[in-house]
């Protein structure tokens, strides 16, 4: 069994992504966007500059103009991402999209879209869901087959960066009932092609997610990825590989809320002490570095199994995002409550954390179905 | 690489051959354990071959120097044993304060005369060790021990009282931390000493738990002689090593909520006593906190793991052994708690056979004290927020 430490590669990676981010992508950026309304959501220059960091092509195969680092190297990224509430397309195109392209589709899917990825050309959004709690294996959208291609019917809900994305990758049913997980297909999907509407989102955390209504939309067959009917696997997998790297965007989101908040206790006085000197503080600080250390362990085994191919990497997807969600929401919680009136302002940043927590924490499955599909993976 | 394949197939092989059967089994409880010392009685003619045969090859404590009986192995090699241990069921064949406790402690700070005198017979299970730390007034705050050593020459006589001496009744040898100097600041003026247990003046009274068992004694110190050559390391120098060996006994009551191999995990034994219904526990809110205990026991497991890495790959937080304890003990307590649950009134039946004498009640009850022994809870978050985080 490989160790639980990084490799020089990635602890390198996750170096760059700290400085960088940190500079080029700090919280008040996304304050800013917030504030100005950004149409956008995010820094197409800052994208770009990710693009040349090699942040993008992450999981890209190096033939493909990426850098091939995988999913441990990625949650370094994404760790980082986390850090800084860095508002960028990484979930939805180099995360999301890549994963899907790289898992169900073919070759030549592959070689004429990948590469306009790791180039920052074209942007990707996985329309997954159709109701607000996570589930996708309830698929109602149709795909129809009809006289040399297909029609797309139906509506698809919290697809992040669905407004600004070039082509969407869209789960929908081409047999069997809405909960089954047979019949399902992945499909790519051009925004901007007759029939599809798209609706902006605005969430409680200022980052982006989309509504969007397929209306008799035409697709061909070169645009599905996979067989029809056949994509059930693939999807999962996909969903895992997000899912490992939203774990780790929720272990850096933690790990900087919890650092400011001891920083916090050790600055600010009341009855002449600083709040550092309260027991009933230190042993709540303390249980939650020990939760903390539990997710930094569930999160690199989740990406270190998935980069082995490991059987069981399903199960350990699960622990982290389970255990990855517990925790950010303990520590978004006591950090407003340790900040005191200051964690209720605006003007803090604490709040933004647990803002943009909730909504890791929603997207693709929470610790409730992180949890409920553990159990079932290990028989209960 | 290669030589550890080889080192692998050697043990494989050997193993298979002076492993008996009837050691292949899941340990059940502390009595099957092999604890030696002078006047142990073995369960069976196969435990004392088993523990013969390792500890001729000094694989009772794999790690020390052979010069001192150990079996000299690589920490490659060492995990090499334990994966193919694990990999047969094999039960330790020997279970030892002295190999776990006072030999690490011997071995990094002792003289090269206790080396000599001590380790070997610890390797070969002879002398059985106990601990004697804790005072009827210094339980939390140990640092405050009061058992004093009073200096005559070439050696010093104790008086004092211990308290929670594990096995004491039925150790041969004591390891223990008395006041060598009453003057000086309280953590300043202690020494660990050594003493055989038939020494005039050492007696013992075993403690009755709400487990029903007595695993700690009372133990009283009454002029006790003990020669300076048995100080381990400097005199009042000896609050160090009780704190490195704190931190030992904290990674070993943190790892013991571990499901060992062969043996079922909670959610099997789950499964046994509730049923299924559609694929899923039968029961649903029992469902739920299992798959949390369950959750939290594998990334519990997987940080074990990762501290280990870490520290052979020199990285990693020198206090975590605080965590493990802290983390692993309440787990464990946990765990104990769904046991008892899952098996409603089954799980608290006391006496006969069907319940192996009330084994689950009364492993439940023993698990309370886990976040006690060693340190408290409290005390181990304590170590956390000042030595880790910096606040106080």
């Known amino acids: ?380 | 690489m290669a030589d550890l394949d080889v080192f692998r197939q050697q043990t494989r092989a050997w193993l298979e051959e002076n492993c008996p059967q009837s050691m292949r089994t899941p340990q059940r409880s502390d009595n099957d354990a092999c604890w030696g010392g002078r006047n142990f009685t073995f369960a069976s003619e196969d435990q004392k071959l088993w523990l013969e045969r390792m500890a001729a090859r000094g694989w009772t404590a794999p790690d020390w120097p052979t010069e001192y009986g150990g079996g000299g192995l690589s920490q490659q090699e060492h995990k090499v044993l334990r994966e193919e241990m694990a990999r047969i069921n094999a039960r330790p064949p020997l279970s030892s304060f002295g190999v776990w406790m006072i030999g690490p402690a011997i071995l990094k700070f002792g003289s090269e005369e206790l080396k000599r005198q001590h380790l070997p017979p610890i390797v070969r299970g002879e002398i059985r060790w106990c601990q004697g730390y804790s005072e009827p007034g210094a339980g939390s705050d140990l640092a405050g021990l009061q058992t004093r050593a009073e200096d005559h020459g070439d050696h010093f006589i104790v008086n004092g009282q211990k308290i929670w001496t594990s096995y004491a009744d039925k150790a041969d040898w004591m390891f223990c931390l008395v006041r060598t100097n009453p003057d000086a600041k309280k953590q300043l003026g202690i020494s660990l000493v050594l003493f055989d247990m038939t020494t005039p003046g050492v007696s013992t009274r075993p403690i009755k738990l709400i487990s029903g068992s007595s695993p700690f004694c009372e133990t009283f110190l009454d002029n006790v002689r003990v020669e300076k050559s048995q100080v381990v390391g400097e005199i009042n120098a000896g609050w160090t090593i009780a704190k490195y060996l704190l931190t030992h006994e904290r990674e070993m009551i943190g790892g013991m909520g571990r499901t060992a191999a062969g043996q079922k995990t909670l959610p099997q034994i789950a499964v046994d006593a509730v049923g299924l219904e559609d694929g899923k526990l039968a029961d649903g809110m029992l469902r739920g906190e299992l798959a949390t205990w369950d959750l939290d026991a594998a990334a519990f497991a997987l940080t074990a793991e990762r501290v280990l890495d870490e520290a052979k790959a020199g990285q990693g937080v020198g206090a975590a052994s605080a965590m493990l304890k802290y983390y692993g003990t309440e787990l464990n307590k946990r765990r104990q708690e769904l046991m008892v649950a899952l098996h409603g009134s089954d799980g608290l039946v006391w006496e006969g056979e069907a319940s192996r004498e009330g084994a689950i009640a009364r492993t439940w009850l023993r698990s309370k004290g886990n976040s006690i022994e060693g340190g408290t809870t409290e005390v181990q978050l304590n170590v956390i927020a000042r030595n880790i985080l910096g606040l106080q």
């Open chain 1, 1 to 380: 069994m490989a160790a639980l430490v990084l490799n020089e590669e990635q602890q390198m990676l996750k170096d760059a992504a700290k400085r960088f981010l940190s500079e080029s992508a700090p919280v008040s950026q996304l304050r800013a966007l917030r504030d100005s309304r950004d149409e956008t959501g995010f820094s197409r220059e800052l994208w770009q500059s990710m693009v040349e960091m090699g942040f993008v092509g992450t999981l890209i195969p190096e033939a493909l103009g990426g850098a091939q680092f995988g999913y441990v190297g990625m949650g370094q990224v994404s760790e980082q991402a986390g850090r800084n509430l860095s508002a960028s397309p990484l979930i939805s195109t180099a995360i999301g999209g890549v994963a899907a392209l790289l898992l169900a589709g073919s070759s030549e899917q592959q070689q004429a879209l990948l590469p306009q990825v790791a180039e920052g050309s074209l942007l990707l959004a996985l329309a997954v869901d159709e109701a607000p709690r996570h589930a996708p294996n309830r698929v109602a959208t149709r795909l129809q087959e009809t006289d040399g291609g297909y029609l797309l019917n139906g509506r698809k809900t919290f697809v992040v960066d669905g407004h600004v994305a070039d082509k969407l990758i869209v789960s929908a049913r081409s047999a069997g009932a809405e909960a089954d997980q047979a019949g399902i297909s992945l499909l790519l999907v051009d925004r901007n092609a007759p029939g599809v509407s798209v609706e902006r989102t605005i969430m409680a955390d200022s980052r982006n997610a989309a509504i969007v209504s397929f209306d008799n939309v035409t697709v061909s067959s070169g645009d599905l990825l996979g067989e029809a009917g056949n994509a059930w696997a693939a999807l999962e997998l996909t969903l895992d590989v997000v899912n490992a790297q939203l774990a780790g965007e929720l272990l850096g989101l933690s790990l900087e809320v919890f650092e400011r908040t001891v920083a916090y206790l050790q600055e600010r006085k009341q009855f002449g002490v600083t709040l550092s000197t309260f027991q009933a503080l230190q042993h709540r600080c303390a249980h939650l570095f020990s939760e903390l250390e539990l997710v930094k362990s569930a999160v690199l085994k989740a990406q270190m199994a998935l980069d082995a191919g490991d059987a069981e990497a399903a199960q350990w997807v699960s622990l982290a995002k389970a255990k990855a969600c517990e925790v950010a929401e303990l520590a978004t919680n006591e950090a407003v409550q340790m900040h005191g009136g200051m964690g209720m302002t605006d003007e803090f940043d604490i709040g933004l954390f647990m803002k943009r927590a909730r909504s890791v924490q929603t997207l693709f499955g929470d610790y409730r179905y992180h949890a409920n599909r553990f159990a079932a993976l290990r028989g209960y």
